[in-house]
């Protein structure tokens, strides 16, 4: 046992001076190997910052449901200007003729939701034109509303 342990130790020893005897004749490759070895890990490093986004941006948005007490005008009763009608000598089939067009219906419909022919529509739409002295359906609508005929 006591050769077997001396001849590891030789051993070892041999191996250590050997590992020197290497430093001292290639220390030059060495440390160029090892700064070539970090520079390696540098770059790996580097990419892999590169790679990843730098902040992720995420919106919550969060719904708070609030009480509270919100006081509403009363509606105003809508008043026909009943001078301006008078004036424009404006029937009241021409009145809701007049009204069903402020409401975006075509004169088809206008026909239909009265229960009266297209052309009947057609020749009150053309009366209407006359008497309010315009020559577009929005010219009519916007004439009937600043003047307080029909309500907006």
Known sequence: IIYGVALALIFVLLKISEYKLLLVDHS?????????????????????????????????????L????????????FERNQLMVAAMDLSSRELEV????????????????????????????????????????TQAIDKAIRLGIIAR
């Open 28 to 64: 030059f490759e060495l440390y160029i190997g090892l700064v070539a070895l970090l520079f390696l890990c540098l770059g790996v490093w580097i990419a892999g910052k590169l790679r990843k986004p730098l902040k992720e941006i995420s919106v919550v948005e969060k719904e708070v």
């Open 66 to 77: 609030v009480e509270k007490t919100v006081y509403l005008p009363q509606p105003v009763e």
């Open 98 to 137: 007049l009204q069903l067009m402020a409401t975006g219906h075509s004169n088809q419909e206008i026909a239909d939701q009265l229960f009266l022919s297209l052309s009947t529509i057609k020749t009150h739409v053309s009366n209407l034109y006359f008497k309010m002295e315009v020559t577009r359906r």
